[in-house]
């Protein structure tokens, strides 16, 4: 669990470089803040690179595997996919990039299920990295795309080929979608993008109920305005009062597959089954928005006494 105490230590750690005015021309852009939480350092660009990856990381399938109940990955190295397998059909979340489309319909074949099946499209939010492949997707299953109100205009302008973006039902905060015995709920967790969307359902598995949370990125923009920030406010706020066992993310590093998935294999109880890490992305970045904002204020009043 979050705590306000930790947070405010962090916050006091670390350490705030203002940028020196410049003589002649600007400054290279600076890595910073940087922030420190549970022991880790990060700043903007490491967090990105970790998200990231190469752009072989991108592309490459991840061994696909059941992660618990009827969840399971389908995703890159870098860029999760999540299929939620059910008698009436399957749900995907996150078509990724278009090119790697193929690639998780490859998983998806592997895991013994049919890619055809897939009849609902959801996403954690409106980046390329995450929707690009939307259209595809329904062009190959016919899967009708669902997609958080805030999110319809970034949507919009994603159109890979000048393919237009599908949008077959538009969701509001907290709105459920019910199929095959499986129920998803949308919360706007915005801030990232101004739709974007953490999913919860509940899992059987092994006679028991998790709570499985699919957490969109929770990363600031370089430039956090006053909307932004009142943005993530509400965000950090609904996250941590979700009921959590299983916390995923949209990015492998947020949710540390690559660890947890050598303990599955080396046959440990669920290694996803975490819930003292379900808010462990939060609090990095809401320490790095904090720090953002501190850091921005300090430029604006240091510019105003010059
Ligand atoms: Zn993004």
């Not at 538009?170 to 709105?175: A, K, P, S």
Request: glycine share 8%; hydrophobic share 40%.
């Amino acid at each position: 669990m979050f705590s306000n105490f930790a947070f405010r230590a962090v916050v006091l750690a670390t350490a705030l470089v203002v940028p020196t005015p410049s003589v002649a021309q600007a400054p290279p852009p600076l890595d910073q803040p940087v922030v420190t939480v549970r022991g880790q350092t990060y700043t903007p660009r490491s967090i990105l690179a970790r998200n990231m990856g190469t752009d072989e990381d991108q592309t490459t399938a991840f061994p696909p595997h059941k992660v618990i109940g009827n969840v399971y990955y389908v995703g890159t190295r870098t860029l999760s996919s999540f299929l939620i397998t059910t008698p009436a059909g399957h749900i995907l979340i996150n078509s990724t990039y278009e090119r790697n489309v193929r690639t998780i319909q490859k998983s998806v074949t592997q895991l013994g299920f049919k890619f055809d099946d897939i009849r609902i499209l959801i996403a954690t939010h409106a980046h390329g990295d995450h929707q690009e492949g939307d259209a595809l997707v329904k062009e190959l299953t016919g899967a009708q795309v669902m997609a958080m109100r805030e999110d319809v205009p970034a949507l919009e302008a994603i159109r890979p080929g000048g393919k237009a973006h599908p949008i077959d039902r538009m969701l509001r905060d907290g709105e459920q979608i019910t199929f095959g015995g499986s129920t998803l709920v949308a919360r706007l967790t915005a801030g990232h993008t101004h739709g974007s969307t953490t999913w919860t359902m509940k899992a059987q598995d092994g006679g028991r109920i998790f709570d499985v949370v699919f957490a969109s990125s929770y990363r600031s923009p370089a430039t956090v305005t006053a909307e932004i920030e009142s943005e993530f406010n509400r965000t950090f706020t609904t996250i941590r009062a979700l009921p959590c066992d299983v916390p995923l993310g949209d990015h492998p590093a947020q949710y540390n597959l690559a660890a947890k998935y050598a303990q599955l294999t080396a046959g440990a109880s669920n290694p996803f089954v975490d819930p003292g890490n379900c808010w462990g992305e939060a609090e990095i970045q809401e320490a790095m928005l904090r720090a953002q904002v501190q850091m921005q204020k300090a430029t604006v009043n240091r510019g105003s006494v010059r």
